[in-house]
Nanobody
């Protein structure tokens, strides 16, 4: 069983930056692909970014491509989401998730961290 704990959320002005972290425990972190998702009030949860277990491939939603960067440190059991040029529409609860490299779905989810971008 993998436990995921996100941190780094907060309030930032439009155009600013935040870096989210997600610390994993209880499993072999390097065996999992890691993803970031977000859910804004009244909206469905949506994919943001993902990274394969050995960092050889990353994927991004079109809405964040060029502004967000996902990375991981397998020695620290942590995945990061660097968010630059933030926009008010990036406001959401951000969740990290862990899953198998060989499937599209995710098995484990964190509790989320709030990101609020003011205009």
């Amino acid at each position: 069983q993998v436990q995921l704990v996100e941190s780094g959320g907060g309030l930032v002005q439009a155009g600013g930056s935040l870096k989210l972290s997600c610390a994993a425990s209880g499993g072999t972190f390097r065996n999992y692909k890691m993803g970031w998702f977000r859910q804004a009030p009244g909206k469905e949860r949506e994919f943001v970014a993902a990274v394969r277990r050995n960092s050889d491939n990353t994927w991004y939603a079109n809405s964040v491509k060029g502004r967000f960067t996902i990375s991981r440190n397998n020695a620290r059991n942590t995945v990061y989401l660097q968010m630059n040029s933030l926009k008010p529409e990036d406001t959401a609860v951000y969740y990290c998730a862990a899953g198998s490299d060989y499937r599209l779905d995710y098995d484990y989810w964190g509790q989320g961290t709030q990101v609020t971008v003011s205009a």
